[in-house]
């Protein structure tokens, strides 16, 4: 019914995102969508408008040629076109130029003297007595020191790093031996780089769940409802309850520990929640495209549900639209041309379908700006349409979605150079009980314009949509890839740098 095109349609898609499913068959391919937390409805006004059937009947032009596709009809299952959405099911890591740094202790580690990292974010400093800030280690993590001398570290003594520029403090979260292997007891969890994520996270969902120090006494533990309910005060309990976590709140986990017939989870920064508090996260699955191979310029992304696809009937000399498919969310295609249909734009893909131009984000290539054409890296931000494209020099080669700020926080339009890179970072924000948010180990998180970042979303899959406090939410798989594709390397053992400069960040909004 359908021209012969759709055929390379399915093959063509089928291979881009590594999936199968079958056009003649009666399988139906399911790419769920997981709904993370703190997911907006789509406006009405940003919805394809459609008839009662849900299928356009207005006259369409195409290089301002006009058509008519007629009255849609419904197409024989086996013709029924399904552009699939991504999966990060056989996700392999492509980084670049920058390895990910080793973390925690190696074999063949460190001799002589050593560093081991006892604070939380323990810093490493430009020089000894001077306030700037170099990076940090997180606890458990060890470098190669030697002694060295200056002001400022009180009730301590400086080391400075063997293999780079920093230096340590005795006093300020590093403690020096020469015997190794040198081990902390108390290691935090550290980032696994090989995977989108780096650490497993859960949200909060019994409102005003007590976050604790320490695991509770018998009889302790019996107060915690009350606690929650606020029938209690949690000062009441002494140091036990840290804070109670009122607002939205996401954790990362170290792990799972049994204690008086009651599971708890131990987070990353050392202190326990009740496993019934909480709700474990997967990653979202949306991720972007490597281009030059089966992708490139212009390309769209599908970022509403379920959009429908519409082709042009053989069967027809006027070269009417049938509803022929569906678009899962998240799909992508080429862009062959913007197709007109009176007061409302449809994409023309180059296989010859075509979708609502409002159900999608595209794309598009962008003249290098004059303040970044001696670097080779460097991001377009387009905030109007909600995507990002990685260049070297003048040529694209990776393109995603994003999700950028929101009414009352929109992130502004200008060109940034990165200033400091996170593997995780702690986010929060807003005023109890109105809009407080907490965010622990916010993956890969690159700031370019003061407390402004590029950073890895794991509490909600809205990608293409606007949704932050004004940071460019990514999805994890394309932040871990920006992360170590980006310059501003990370060293070895440690978790952050914080000097600059670092990859231009160019953001527009048309």
């Not at 009176?342 to 303040?371: C, H, M, N, T, Y």
Request: aromatic letters at 10%.
């Amino acid at each position: 019914m359908y021209r012969k095109a759709t055929e390379r349609i399915v093959l063509s898609l089928a291979c881009a995102l590594g999936l199968i499913f079958f056009v003649s068959c009666a399988s139906e391919v399911s790419c769920s969508e997981r709904a993370l937390a703190s997911e907006s409805e789509v406006p009405d006004h940003e919805k394809p408008s459609s008839g009662d059937d849900g299928v356009k009947t207005a006259s369409l032009t195409v290089d301002g040629a006009p058509y008519d596709r007629g009255e849609a009809q419904e197409p024989a299952d086996e013709d029924w076109l399904v552009l699939p959405g991504p999966s990060l099911d056989g996700w392999k890591p492509r980084l670049g130029p920058h390895e990910p740094p080793s973390l925690g202790p190696q074999p063949g580690g460190p001799e002589g003297l050593v560093a081991l990292a006892t604070g939380f974010n323990a810093r490493v400093f430009r020089s000894p007595g001077s306030q700037h800030i170099f990076g940090e280690v997180r606890r458990g993590n060890r470098l190669a020191v030697e002694p060295a001398s200056g002001p400022g570290c009180t009730d301590g003594e400086w080391y400075s790093l063997r293999e780079r520029n920093g230096y340590v403090c005795t006093s300020a979260g590093f403690i020096v031996s020469d015997e190794p292997p040198l081990e902390y007891e108390d290691r935090q969890r550290q980032p696994d780089i090989s995977v989108p994520l780096g650490l497993d996270h859960a949200k909060v969902i019994t409102p005003g769940a007590p976050r604790l120090s320490r695991l509770p006494t018998r009889e302790e533990a019996g107060k915690l409802d009350a606690v929650a309910e606020g029938e209690l005060n949690h000062r009441s309990l002494g140091d036990l309850v840290a804070v109670r976590m009122v607002g939205d709140f996401f954790l990362a986990v170290d792990k799972e520990v049994m204690h008086e017939g009651e599971r708890y989870i131990r987070t990353v920064k050392g202190q326990y929640v009740r496993a019934r508090d909480i709700e474990m996260m997967e990653p979202p699955t949306m991720h972007g495209e490597h281009l030059g191979e089966t992708y490139e310029l212009p390309l769209a992304f599908v970022y509403l549900e379920d959009s429908p696809v519409y082709c042009r009937s053989e069967s027809s000399a006027r070269g009417e639209l049938e509803h022929c498919g569906e678009a899962r969310r998240f799909s992508r295609f080429n862009v062959e041309n913007i197709v007109l249909q009176q007061d409302e734009e449809w994409v023309l893909s180059r296989e010859g379908f075509l979708i609502q131009r409002s159900a999608v984000r595209i794309a598009e290539k962008i003249e290098q700006p004059s303040k970044v054409q001696r670097n080779p890296k460097w991001v377009h931000v387009d905030l109007g349409e909600q995507t990002l494209v990685a260049y070297e020099g003048t040529t694209p080669i990776f393109a995603t979605m994003i999700s950028s700020g929101r009414e009352g926080y929109t992130t502004p339009t200008g060109t940034w150079r990165t200033t400091r890179k996170y593997l995780t970072r702690t986010m929060r924000g807003g005023r109890v009980p109105i809009d407080f948010y907490y965010v622990e180990e916010v993956p890969w998180a690159i700031f370019y314009n003061r407390g402004y970042a590029v950073h890895g979303a794991y509490w909600h899959n809205n990608f293409g949509q606007v949704q932050s406090r004004g940071c460019t939410n990514v999805p994890p798989a394309d932040a871990r890839w920006l992360f170590f594709w980006s310059t501003l390397a990370i060293p070895e053992n440690w978790h952050a740098v914080t000097w600059s400069p670092g990859i231009w960040w160019h953001f527009t909004r048309d």
